[in-house]
């Protein structure tokens, strides 16, 4: 069964930071894409961050995010571990941030509904 285990988020005013991290294990992939999707209350989930794991390394990030966030990603023994360090984090970025798997970043973004989710930690940046 594969789980994905979120920690970090929380309260924080704007122009400060946070850091999110997700343990993943139970998957049998070699190498998989793991990232970041946020939903705001009243809006649709989108894309933040991914990286892919056990392959290219390549990530990338979302135009609203650029310059701010920075994700990264490890793997040890089976269980991958991504951190999405979140800098200057402004009252836009507030929503509930949720951890993905994929064994593809290509089918991460696009047919996300069939991705593995974790359970979701608020991240709220007040003003």
């Known amino acids: 069964e594969v789980q994905l285990v979120e920690s970090g988020g929380g309260s924080v005013q704007a122009g400060g930071s946070l850091r999110l991290s997700c343990a993943g294990s139970?998957?049998?992939?070699?190498?998989?894409?793991m990232g970041w999707f946020r939903q705001a209350p009243g809006k649709e989930r989108e894309g933040v961050a991914y990286v892919y794991i056990g392959g290219s390394g390549t990530t990338w990030h979302a135009d609203s995010v650029k310059g701010r966030f920075t994700i990264s990603g490890s793997a040890d023994n089976g269980k991958n571990t991504i951190i999405l360090q979140m800098n200057s984090l402004k009252p836009e970025d507030t929503g509930m941030y949720f951890c993905?798997?994929?064994?593809?970043?290509?089918?991460?973004?696009?047919?996300?509904?069939?991705?593995?989710w974790g359970q979701g930690t608020q991240v709220t940046v007040s003003s």
């Open positions: 993905a798997l994929r064994d593809a970043c290509s089918a991460l973004l696009v047919d996300a509904k069939n991705n593995y």
């Open positions: 139970g998957y049998t992939y070699s190498a998989n894409c």
